[in-house]
């Protein structure tokens, strides 16, 4: 395996988030994919489209809130927190 191929493993392993410019046809791929990697779409502002292109943003599966647990000053969140 390449020193390059190697950094950019132990990145993905260490990303907290990211945006990722797909073209339309392959967004669901790019979805699938990125949940093999530990991340999930984040429905935001930052989701949008561009000439025959779709920017997507992810975050780790882990830092999403479930809406199932309560908040800890009993406050109920916000969209912000749910894909």
Do not use: C
């Not at 979805?31 to 999930?40: A, F, I, K, S």
């Not at 025959?52 to 000053?73: C, M, Y």
């Not at 009993?74 to 749910?82: E, I, L, P, V």
């Amino acid at each position: 395996m390449s020193a390059e191929l190697d950094r950019l493993i132990r990145m993905m392993d260490q990303v907290v988030s990211m945006e990722l410019r797909v073209e339309n046809s392959e967004v669901q791929s790019a979805l699938d994919m990125m949940d093999g990697y530990g991340l999930r779409y984040k429905n935001s502002w930052a989701s949008m489209e561009m000439s025959g292109h779709t920017v997507i943003e992810f975050w780790r599966k882990d830092l999403f809130k479930s809406s199932a647990v309560p908040q800890q000053n009993g406050a109920s969140g916000d969209d912000r927190d749910r894909a």
